[in-house]
């Protein structure tokens, strides 16, 4: 089992930056798919970015392609989401999620999630 645990969130202005956080418990990070979702008050979650196991596949929605770059560590047991030119449409709960399969888009296929962090984006 893992435990995901994120940080990072806050208040920014329109055209700033956050790095996100998600530190995982265990020895089987490298085991996982790591992705990042998000969810708006009154809308559905919906998928960011993905990573491959060892890092080298990476996949984006694209309302944030260009503009966030997910990465991971695996000897630390933490995958990140660098979120540049941040818009108030940004604005969400964000969590990782980890997944025994590939890095996918779609929520169901991940069997772990975190309780979130709060980006707030003022215009």
């Known amino acids: 089992q893992v435990q995901l645990v994120e940080s990072g969130g806050g208040l920014v202005q329109a055209g700033g930056s956050l790095r996100l956080s998600c530190a995982a418990s265990?020895?089987?990070?490298?085991?996982?798919?790591m992705g990042w979702f998000r969810q708006a008050p009154g809308k559905e979650r919906e998928f960011v970015a993905a990573?491959?196991?060892?890092?080298?596949?990476?996949n984006y929605a694209d309302s944030v392609k260009g503009r966030f770059i997910i990465s991971r560590d695996n000897a630390k047991n933490t995958v990140y989401l660098q979120m540049n030119s941040l818009k108030p449409e940004d604005t969400a709960a964000y969590y990782c999620?980890?997944?025994?399969?590939?890095?996918?888009?779609?929520?169901?296929?991940?069997?772990?999630w975190g309780q979130g962090t709060q980006v707030t984006v003022s215009s």
């Open positions: 999620a980890a997944s025994i399969g590939y890095p996918s888009g779609r929520s169901g296929n991940y069997n772990y």
């Open positions: 265990g020895r089987t990070f490298s085991s996982y798919a």
């Open positions: 990573i491959s196991r060892s890092g080298g596949s990476t």
